[in-house]
C-alpha cells in the first residue's frame, strides 16, 4: 500500500471532474487511490466541498438541459432517449428528482357494507 493521496489542487481538480461526469465522490476518489476516511475529511474543507458542489451542479445542469433537448427535438428513429439522464438525476439527486411516495389516504367518515 503506498503513501496517502494528498488533497491537492491537482488531485481536488480530477475528482471533481470526475462528479461533474456523474460519478459519486467516494468512487471517483477511489480511481485515484484516495480512502474513504481521507474523503470524509477532504469534505470538511471548504475548497474540497466546494469544488465537488459546483462538480454536482454541473452534471444537473448537463443533464437537465438534455432532459430539456430531448423534449424540444426528435431523433432519426423518431424518438430522444431522455430515460438515462432522468434516471440518473434520480438518484443522483433524490431530494429534488426522485418520484415522492405517496401514503395512502385513509377516510374514516366512510364506510362501504356490501
Known amino acids: 500500500m503506498g503513501a496517502p493521496v494528498k488533497c491537492t489542487a491537482e488531485v481536488v481538480a480530477m475528482v471533481a471532474e470526475r462528479v461533474a461526469e456523474g460519478m459519486p465522490v467516494s468512487h471517483a476518489a477511489a480511481l485515484l487511490r484516495v480512502n474513504k476516511n481521507s474523503i470524509t475529511n477532504w469534505m470538511k474543507r ?26 424540444k427535438n426528435i431523433c432519426k428513429n423518431g424518438y430522444m432517449q431522455w430515460q438515462a439522464s432522468a434516471w440518473l438525476l434520480e438518484r443522483q439527486f433524490p431530494d429534488e428528482f426522485a418520484l415522492q411516495q405517496r401514503q395512502p389516504q385513509s377516510n374514516p367518515g366512510f364506510v362501504l357494507n356490501i
Open 46 to 71: 471548504k475548497e474540497f466541498g466546494r469544488a465537488i458542489a459546483e462538480a454536482k451542479a454541473r452534471f444537473m445542469q448537463r443533464q437537465v438541459e438534455l432532459i430539456e433537448k430531448a423534449g
